[in-house]
């Protein structure tokens, strides 16, 4: 990528295959396990709530607390999807400037500029989404469970920390990573520029 001239491909070139690469990355996320059975992204029980987890599991609650983990990646790789057309425009609003400072720009420019140009539209998007697929896949009913079960135990501090906030910004981290290996992947890495597109923008 570093040594890219404005003689060898345009701006709208640039934009093109940018759209191309992030593409890639929501539909590996927007997929049935694209979260929960990716290690590196998969959304973990919240953090606030470790001591709650850990006595839950401790009083033979195992079993719902793993329904209740699933059920949180579920409703991330449900809403994922609606990253795609957030990330199109954000990219079609680039300027010639822009486009050339990313391919000029250090492994994780890209995704450095879609996530201060679009994660609060993403955060309003996929809000409303979350809660709505953690609903449908229970994971509403398995959260107000634990939390009854929990605030019940003696001497602990209640809590219920809002599930649908914790969940979209986990979600939109997630995505966030997989932008940036997908890009660090072609900038560095010749085999994974698939199209030809990306061969001319990121291959001289």
């Known amino acids: 990528w570093r040594d890219w001239s404005s003689d ?4 709208d070139l640039i934009k093109e295959a940018l759209v191309n690469g992030t593409g890639e990355s929501v539909k590996v996320v927007s997929v049935i396990n694209g979260y929960w059975g990716n290690p ?16 839950l599991r401790a009083i033979g609650m195992a079993k719902k607390v793993d329904e209740f983990n699933e059920s949180m990646n579920r409703a991330a790789e449900k809403a994922a999807s609606e990253a795609k057309p957030i990330f ?3 990219i079609k609003g680039m300027t010639v400037r822009d486009a050339i400072n990313i391919v000029k720009g250090v492994d994780n420019a890209a995704t450095m ?5 679009t994660s609060p539209e993403l955060i309003g998007k996929f809000q409303p ?4 697929s ?7 009913r398995y959260w107000s469970d634990l939390i009854t079960i929990y605030n019940k135990i003696p ?3 209640r809590m219920n920390p809002n599930l649908s906030e914790y969940v979209t910004q986990r979600a939109i981290d997630g995505l966030f990573i997989m932008i940036a290996k997908e890009e660090i992947k ?3 890495d010749p085999m994974a520029r698939t199209s030809e597109l990306l061969k001319k923008v990121f291959g001289n």
């Open 88 to 90: 199109i425009a954000a």
């Open 8 to 11: 060898v491909c345009s701006s």
């Open 40 to 55: 590196e992204i998969k959304i973990p029980f919240p953090s606030e709530a470790k001591e709650m987890e850990s006595k």
């Open 129 to 132: 989404i979350i809660k709505t």
């Open 113 to 117: 500029y879609l996530k201060n140009t």
């Open 186 to 188: 072609i900038r560095k």
């Open 155 to 157: 001497l602990v501090k």
């Open 134 to 140: 953690l609903d449908n896949v229970n994971a509403t």
